[in-house]
């Protein structure tokens, strides 16, 4: 596993992480990405993967529809290492459904900024408390262990947001969530809200980041760096509008930037994503990190010639790591440099003649399309051997 955490410019600021744990909302979140509706079936088979795949926590919401609290439940009695965590609104009437489930685990959520307690709740600062604190102690005096999420609290007034975390752990909150619902913090705002949260209260604290401006995995490792210790992430992004942190991409920055070896299975990332793809008809972009079909796929000559020495050259980290495959790919822009490295690839003899012939024949397909291989152990091997 490479190690991008000791590169000197990493190194040069003091950011360690060294306790950190995923929350896997694709059956919560990702189910509310608009298009996406998942059969029981599907999101039981999902929750085994992650929990193979080895994901800290599992959230899902049974008051979505019947079948969304059977699939609850049954996730609840089939003794997954996970911990499978019931999303409900702070109500009594919802905590009641999570118990029928037989979780351990609720989250709560209620919104605390100004814009959804005039617009949405109509309720004041002052009411939103107290339904919190009496929602608490109901989940609380039914055994249940709760993480509180103050939903929208990157537009949550400092001090009130202090204000509300202590009452969150004074009434019994076992993890408080800090979200950025709409995806408005920069990746110091990130730090800075969970700094201020963190500096009042001693409970574990999550974070939950969209990605309206494309910064979600940016702002939760910020959310880390500042002291929170679980992340929200979804298969391939999915969620509300345009989504949240990605499990892949939050599992290997983590990994390899930050040095934090995850207790998971690596190697089933790409198989994990695939099938979030094809259960909700979302492709996953060719230039997605990580996962997408580009990223460890080798255009230019240079490229490659460097590469079948030594793919460190042009790649962070090696396929195989996340079940993908090294592939390059040959275009009408090929060269006889290029051709002669194609023959040789494929184990076939490198004349004058046949070089010619395969320019010639790449350069007629039409332009765009794209001729291309998996680059296995056996041809950089037998590449290896003509050098010598
Ligand atoms: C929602 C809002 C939420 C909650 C996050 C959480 C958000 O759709 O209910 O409970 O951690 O983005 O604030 O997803
Ligand atoms: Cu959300």
């Known amino acids: ?18 306790d950190v744990r995923i929350l896997d909302t694709t059956l919560r979140e990702g189910e509310q990405c608009p298009g996406v509706s998942f059969t029981r079936s599907q999101r039981l088979q999902l929750a085994w993967m992650l929990d193979r795949f080895g994901v800290n926590m599992i959230e899902i919401s049974p008051v979505v529809t019947k079948s969304h609290e059977e699939t609850c439940k049954t996730l ?72 509180f999420t103050i939903e929208d609290s990157s537009r949550v007034e400092p001090s009130f947001l202090q204000k509300i975390c202590r009452t969150l752990e004074e009434a019994g909150a076992d993890r408080i969530g800090i979200t ?21 209260v001693r409970v574990p604290l999550d974070v939950h980041c969209h990605n309206d401006l494309g910064l979600a995995l940016a702002n939760s490792l910020a959310g880390l760096e500042a002291g929170a210790n679980q992340v929200h992430v979804a298969v391939n992004g999915i969620g509300e509008r345009v989504g949240i942190t990605t499990l ?42 990580v996962v997408g079909a580009n990223a460890f796929r080798h255009k230019s000559g240079t490229h490659i010639a460097a590469i079948l020495r ?4 042009y790649e962070p980290f090696p396929p195989e790591l996340v079940g993908a495959t090294r592939r390059v790919v ?51 091997d037998r590449i290896k051997r003509m050098r010598d």
């Open 248 to 289: 892949a991409e939050f599992v290997m920055a983590i990994t390899l930037l930050y040095g934090v070896k995850l207790r998971v299975r690596y190697e089933m990332l790409r198989e994990i994503s695939e099938t979030v793809a094809s259960y909700t008809g979302i492709p996953v972009h060719d230039l997605a990190p």
């Open 330 to 380: 040959f275009s009408d822009a090929i060269g006889k440099h290029g051709a002669a490295l194609l023959l040789n690839l494929l184990g076939l003899e490198t004349s004058e003649e046949s070089v010619l012939t395969v320019v010639k024949k790449i350069k007629e397909l039409n332009k765009g399309e794209l001729f291309e291989l998996e680059l296995t152990e056996e041809m950089v």
């Open 1 to 18: 596993m490479p190690d991008h955490s000791q590169n000197p410019y990493n190194a040069m600021s003091n950011n360690a992480i060294s």
């Open 310 to 313: 030594n793919p460190e050259a």
């Open 180 to 200: 950025d619902t709409v995806g408005v913090m920069r990746p110091s705002g990130m730090y800075n809200l969970v700094k201020t949260a963190r500096e009042v």
């Open 76 to 147: 609840a009695e089939s003794g997954l290492k996970a911990d499978v965590i019931a999303h409900i609104r702070a109500l009594e009437s919802d905590i009641d459904v999570a118990l029928r489930c037989g979780v351990r685990w609720v989250a709560m959520y209620l919104a605390f900024s100004d814009i959804h307690l005039a617009n949405k709740l109509h309720l004041t600062r002052e009411q939103a408390l107290d339904r919190a604190v009496s929602a608490i102690d109901y989940a609380k005096a039914h055994g249940l262990r709760l993480r």
